[in-house]
Structure formats: structure tokens, C-alpha cells
């Protein structure tokens, strides 16, 4: 089973911008698509992107449509979601999410992105 790795969370303020990486152990060409979820305390696991990893084809949760990037470099299998323009409602545990062509799935650990007011 593929492990993936996430970083690049951290402390920002509002405003502000971070780039989360996920850096996979597999190749992440063999995966139908790479996915970004969020889990902010209290609150159930949302998702917040997707990237097609054969087509680059991307869609976003509207809440963070316009202000995150995702994208995927499938030669160093790394997986990417740029955030702009951060609000402290982007507060959450960020995982990384590697789908199956059988739509079965594997997670990272979280990395922690927290934007103060």
C-alpha cells in the first residue's frame, strides 16, 4: 500500500498563503486521482480538491474555489495544494488522499495549518 506523506502546514495569518505538498512512495500515475480533505475540530473530515492524475483535471469545494491550487508532478510523485488568500475558517487538519481506479483510497497523517485573525 502507497504511503503518502503531507507538509508544509503551519501558522499564518489571515491573508496569508501556504503550500501543502504530499509526497507519495508509489507512483501516484497509478492512481485514478489525488485529493486534499480537510478536518477542522468538532467538525467532520470535508473535501477540499481533486486532481485527475492522468488528465490534470482539478475541481474544488466552493469554499475554496478561486483562492487554493491543487496539482501533482507524477515523475516526482508529489502531489500539491497552493492556498491563498487564507481565512482562519481554512483552520484544519489537511490530509492527503491517493483514490484507486477501484475507488478504494489511502490517507496521509495530516499536516496542521492554523490562520489567526
Known amino acids: 500500500q502507497v504511503q503518502l506523506v503531507e507538509s508544509g502546514g503551519g501558522l499564518v495569518q489571515a491573508g496569508g498563503s501556504l503550500r501543502l505538498v504530499c509526497a507519495a512512495s508509489?507512483?501516484?500515475?497509478?492512481?485514478?486521482?489525488m485529493r486534499w480533505y480537510r478536518q477542522a475540530p468538532g467538525k467532520q473530515r470535508e473535501w477540499v480538491a481533486s486532481i485527475i492524475t492522468n488528465t490534470g483535471t482539478t475541481n474544488y469545494a466552493d469554499s475554496v474555489k478561486a483562492r487554493f491550487t491543487i496539482s501533482r508532478d507524477n515523475a516526482k510523485n508529489t502531489a500539491y495544494l497552493q492556498m491563498e488568500s487564507l481565512k482562519p475558517e481554512d483552520t484544519a487538519v489537511y490530509y492527503c488522499?491517493?483514490?484507486?481506479?477501484?475507488?478504494?483510497?489511502?490517507w496521509g497523517q495530516g499536516t496542521q495549518v492554523t490562520v489567526s485573525s
Open positions: 488522499n491517493a483514490q484507486n481506479y477501484n475507488f478504494s483510497s489511502s
Open positions: 508509489g507512483s501516484i500515475s497509478s492512481f485514478r486521482a
